[in-house]
């Protein structure tokens, strides 16, 4: 029997769905396809442990899992879910008519609880953007994913609440977030402010003029005259985020995991990488492309600490 189930990947800031076609048929062995990469290889391990210890099973049949489109490079473990579905339905220990409907990804435990996922904005976006009804994922990204207005999404702790709403129509509770009251409510309160700084009137002024006209800054001084206090607080005088960059800035801080429970980032990011870094890290790229430093300081204020000791290359590569 094939069933078919939907999960996304994410190459740089945007996302592709991804098709999880399971096919179970007379014989035996379990054959992945498509390009997966070692997590998700290994996910058959974490899949039968999960299924187990919620009163299913993984059927000793042969097994033909393709994951399309199968050119793309696919990594991470966020497609146990995916596939766990995917196994049930096709052997039918559940009805899940409804399946296609759904984009659903989650990395699975031992237990069948899910951990957080990488990503869940742009997946969100583009599961609206192909016409999806809904995004089912784990609780902890459930908030960053329900900024996406028009898409139905579900935060689930356990596989068995995903089970349980495909086979026996039970209810799941759906994660709302008022995106203009989340954004006004945390625009204000920033975490270092620059009211703080007392005194250094004339580089207080400086600083001012490079935040109003967007102007790179360098600071010259001894150890201890207040160079990195001042740059933490420059991000405090900049104008307010407005909500198309609050999005944008999401969306890349979502990519790379650094959101979690807190939905919409309000305040502008402030990124300091230490003076070792590669012009990878900061620029962006390697073997799978993730955003680098200055991608993570879009929309906010990039410090490099100790200029000097930077290597050129890096330096030269930013420039």
Known sequence: MLS??????VFGVEATTIAVEVNVDKGIGYHLVGLPDNAIRESNFRIAAALLNNGYKIPGKKITINMAPADLRKEGSAYDLTLALGILSASGQILAEQLERYIIMGELSLDGSLQPIKGALPIALKAR????KGFILPKT?????????GLEVYGVEKIAEVI???????ALEQTHVDIRAEFYKNLDFPEYDFSDVKGQESIKR????????????????????????????????????????AL???KIHSVVGKIKNIGLMCQRPFRSPHHTISDVALVGGGAYPQPGEISLS?????????LPEFKRGVLEVMR
């Open 164 to 170: 349980d709403y495909f086979d026996k129509g039970e």
């Open 206 to 245: 400086c600083m001012e003029i490079a935040a109003a006209g967007g102007h790179n800054i360098i600071l010259i001084g001894p150890p201890g005259a207040g160079k990195t206090m001042l740059a933490k607080r420059l991000p405090s005088i900049l104008p307010p985020m407005t909500l198309q960059e």
């Open 129 to 132: 953007e192909e016409g999806f």
């Open 248 to 250: 944008e800035t999401t």
């Open 141 to 149: 990204n459930s908030r960053e994913a329900a900024i996406v207005d």
């Open 4 to 9: 078919k189930v939907y999960g996304s990947a």
């Open 298 to 306: 879009h929309n906010g204020v990039l410090f490099l600490d100790e």
